[in-house]
């Protein structure tokens, strides 16, 4: 069997397909990106279970690497990371993104710092505070422009004065004030600078109440790694921990020092010469050009294969798998190839025209994506090149790994757990 990069050195035989999340990555793009924001500390967003690669494994990953913070943008995430054993000590937890009736008692039971983004959410976090007798601390949620939530600087004027209340009685404490950006992916867009503008007067008009502020924060990674201007105290880079750019169309990850942690790969399941004119899958919307040999390969749109990324299109290439060796033997004269799913994608496999003089054979190892330099650098292929054949972008490509695909943990090539 050949061994794939990254690929765990003992794959489970339970499911033919596996994604091996190298934690020693995350802990090195944390101090990568903790270089490129030298004044600020370091929120590691590892919310909807870090991006797909295990929400408490790449948190502590994530601490090791310097991040002091976690953010999560559920409750029962930021409760998740603290009855895994992250303690007050080891990191501050933010949790931001909640309906009325929220278990906000069990997050500050839990001393995790809450988000405002509305005047029945003071109400609550003060309920809160009462009924478990916490101070809870307090970031509020300023809507610069996105359009999302958060309070508009109207609202927050209105709020103000109710929050200081609370905060003299004990019920909360105003830490923070934050926001995010509609436009960091675009850094030279106008609306990036004019946000900070806004920003900069919603921090004043809380300051100016009397809050001692101990946090302003506004920078997710696009912002973290192309706009100094944002950094404030705190950034909060979320899909530049996992290794991936979040701005593809600047920059790759090789270009900011960043490296994929999560890698994708599956065995074959089947590999059976056809001759000429053979459709392939559904629709056959794929016709073998000539006798070859097909590979089937046992992972679909249900374990999170975009099948926007079928071969079906003319216009758009199929989603690239790295076939017949490894990243590194790639452009040698080994078998080492890309090539891209023929046909459908369906529910639970793919298949892949492996050509006429292919030596593979079924449980041979196969890599849809993974730390790879990607098909621009003529490197295996990436999470942002799957992105780039099903037309989204990459943060869906990682999170969206069905629940079905075991999680291996490495740290470099040696796994941890
Ligand atoms: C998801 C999220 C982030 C992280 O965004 P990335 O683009 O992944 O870096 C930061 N802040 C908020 C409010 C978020 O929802």
Redesign the pocket.
Known sequence: MTTAPGSSPTPSLDFPARVVVDLDAIARNVGALAGHAPSAQVMA?V?ADA?GHGLVPSARAALAGGATWL?A?QVPEALALRAAGITPSDARVLT?LYAPGAPLDAALEADVDVSVHAAWALDEVVAAARATGRTARVHLKVDTGLGRNGLTPADLADLLPAARQAEADGAVRLVGVWS?LAF?DDPGNPTVLHQAEVFDDAVRLVEAAGAGLEVRHLA???A?LTAPRMHYDLV?????VYGIS?VPQVSDSVAYGLVPAMTFEAELANVKRVGAGHGVSYAHRYTTAQDTMLGVVPVGYADGVPRHASGDLPERPGGPVLVGGTADELGSDGAARVLRVAGRVCMDQLVLDLGPWATEQAGDVVTLFGAGTGLARGGAPTAQDWADAAGTIA?EIVTRVGTRVPRVYVDGTKEVR
């Open positions: 967003v919310k991006y953010g943008a931001w995010h960091a997710n990674s696009a973290t909060r880079p979320g899909i530049a979040p943060y």
